[in-house]
């Protein structure tokens, strides 16, 4: 579902919460304090997005796994979410999946306690997610403030590359760059933002780059002011854009950040390019301009990439330039 369409599902509910709710619903994992511990929360499951059975299921892992991260913390234990039907599929497809899936969460250090599973004609997989946030400090959407710079720690484009895919146009071997970031946990992604004292943080998944800096301005009182030459994209995500090929969920992103947008000169490719929706994308953060000396060391230290793509300006929306 687009942004808008979740916005208005949950608006005028009466949720129950307790004193012990530091954060609900809104941000990319809910966080519960308990017994003087901070806890995470998190469930997401996707459709298959490549055709081998364990990339997906690595795949789909990793995503999961992603949203504790982007608050700062550190998963414990999950539990798989499965929609599949034996008519339809070999069962050794399913536990290819669920390889990929094992592989993923022993090197996240994360217990699989158990799951669930439903007859589904088209297959679903995913974790439902608990983490702990050791020191306390937990990351979210809403502080970001002006003068802070903009990282982002993987290219863009995936949607784009999933859906060239579907249609047969290139095949898993073509876009290994991007499978391998795919499979890359934000683990260090997170610890890079938390060393860089980050004020606001979130990853970038199904409403695309554009979607969730509007999201974090938005909610931090602030405006994102991106430099479109200064974002990593897949060359193929490009070629293939400019062919005309990208998912609905690209326009459905963009117009709804489009009213909240200053555009300064994007052409249409490089806007839709910039609202593809996402599959375990990297960590979007801000952090205060005075840590940029130690960026490049942390980066060595932690064996990661990450892009400065903008600044925080006074303002609302979005400002983008290239
Ligand atoms: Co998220
Ligand atoms: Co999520
Ligand atoms: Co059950």
């Known amino acids: 579902m687009g942004p808008a369409d979740l916005e208005n599902i949950v608006k005028g509910l009466e949720l129950y919460s307790d004193e012990r709710t530091l954060l609900g619903i809104g941000d990319d994992a809910g966080v519960y304090l308990y017994g003087g511990s901070v806890f995470i929360h998190t469930v997401d499951f ?8 364990y990339l997906w299921g690595a795949i789909s892992a990793t995503n999961s796994l992603s949203d504790v991260y982007a608050m700062g913390g550190i998963p414990l234990n ?16 399913l536990r290819e999946v669920m390889r990929g899936c094992t592989d993923k969460l022993r090197e996240a250090k994360t217990v699989l306690l158990g799951g669930h599973t439903i007859d589904d004609r ?20 809403n502080g970001a403030r002006v003068g802070d710079l903009i ?17 047969g146009k290139i095949k898993e071997v073509d876009i290994q760059e991007a499978i391998d970031y795919m499979l890359a946990l934000n683990d260090r992604s997170a610890i890079l933002a938390k060393r860089l004292e980050s004020s606001s943080c979130t990853d970038v998944t199904g409403f695309g780059l554009l979607g969730h800096a509007w999201n974090i301005a938005k909610k931090s009182g602030v405006r994102f002011s991106i430099d479109f030459s200064r974002v990593p994209i897949y060359d193929e ?14 326009l459905d992103n963009y117009n709804f950040v489009r009213e909240h947008t200053i555009n300064e000169g994007l052409e249409w490719w490089q806007l839709l390019i910039l609202s593809d929706p996402n599959t375990s994308g990297g960590l979007l953060f801000t952090f ?11 980066l060595t230290k932690l064996h990661i990439k990450a892009w400065i793509i903008g600044e925080v300006e006074e303002g609302e929306g979005l400002r983008l330039y290239r």
Do not use: H
């Open 122 to 141: 088209e297959p679903k997989f995913g974790l439902a997610v608990m983490g702990v946030c050791e020191d306390g400090k937990y990351l979210t959407q």
């Open 78 to 93: 999950a539990l798989a979410v499965v929609g599949f039907n034996s008519c339809d599929m070999d069962i050794e497809v």
């Open 288 to 298: 205060p301009k005075d840590r940029l000396p130690i960026m490049n060391e942390e």
């Open 237 to 250: 995500s490009v070629f293939f854009i400019k062919q005309k090929l990208y998912p609905k969920g690209a």
């Open 151 to 167: 990282a982002l720690t993987k290219p863009i484009g995936v949607g784009i590359l999933t859906k060239a895919i579907k249609e």
């Open 46 to 53: 996707i459709t298959p997005i490549v055709n081998d059975p």
